[in-house]
């Protein structure tokens, strides 16, 4: 049972964070570079337009719900499981996402990264 | 930090779930979630410039601080295991840094575009109205 929570807190954080990191990084798309905003508009703009954007709130909801994920697991399963086997999978479920989501040219270099990035994490955190 | 906090918290069953929003009253739980909130931000500013599957690769370089800093400022003994760990992560970096930041075409949300220093008066109707709402 305990490996079966464990394991079903790091799918969710997975998700949470896979779709957290693909809305916020279409809400910062949204916004703008934020060094041109800083220096034309100054910060109040880049907050004010952050915290409107629709996505960005989603974005918050997704990472919250894979933090707190992350605090189940970790009540449950030891760290050296739950940390390299959640962000590992989630450099690779980012790639996908966004490939599909973000129509990011996800090329072969990328590709390899993101394995290469995934497996040392594992192999870091185990 | 978030591991050491919640080990003080104990285990949180399914049927005491509220338990897991109180979690974060325990001053390792608090301190953990502040830094993180620093890395949001940061790691929000790279978004707003590179593409996801750049600014990720990039920011793993983080867990290799960690353990070098582990190795050299606290003495800990790193498996060969973990250096492959280390070397792998740096490899992938750099196959990621040596293409383009930005593959997607410019954002539209251009600040000149969207919000005009001295806004045509078609335009500052409209900027009224939407600061209305807001």
């Keep these: ?126 | 930090m978030l591991s050491y906090g919640m080990k003080q918290v104990g285990n949180i069953p399914l049927n005491r779930l509220p338990a897991v929003i109180s979690a974060v009253l325990n001053p390792w739980v608090a301190a953990g979630i502040l830094l993180l909130l620093l890395f949001v931000i940061f790691n929000m500013t790279a978004l707003s410039w590179a593409d996801l599957t750049y600014v990720l690769p990039a920011t793993s370089l983080g867990y290799v601080l960690v353990a070098l800093i582990a190795r050299f400022a606290l003495h800990e003994h790193i498996t060969p295991l973990r250096w492959v760990g280390i070397a792998l992560i740096a490899g992938g970096v750099g196959f990621v840094a040596g293409g383009p930041a930005l593959t997607v075409p410019a954002c539209p949300a251009d600040p000149s575009n969207e919000e005009p220093a001295e806004p045509a008066p078609q335009a500052a109707v409209a900027a009224a109205s939407s600061g209305a709402k807001s």
Excluded at chain 1, 67 to 75: D, E, G, T
Excluded at chain 1, 94 to 103: D, E, G, R, V
């Design chain 1, 1 to 126: 049972m305990k490996h079966l929570y464990t394991w079903s807190a790091i799918l969710a954080i997975v998700l949470g964070s896979v779709i957290g990191d693909v809305l916020l990084a279409r809400a910062m798309k949204q916004v703008g570079d934020v060094g041109v905003l800083l220096r034309q508009r100054g910060a109040w703009t880049v907050v004010r337009r952050t915290a409107g954007n629709p996505n960005f709130l989603l974005g918050i909801v997704a990472m919250s719900a894979a933090f707190f994920s992350l605090l189940f697991a970790l009540s449950w399963g030891p760290l050296s499981v739950v940390a390299p086997a959640s962000a590992s999978l989630t450099f690779i479920g980012n790639a996908f996402a966004a490939k599909i989501f973000l129509h990011e040219k996800v090329d072969r270099r990328r590709w390899i990264a993101a394995g290469l990035v995934a497996a040392g994490v594992a192999l870091l955190a185990g």
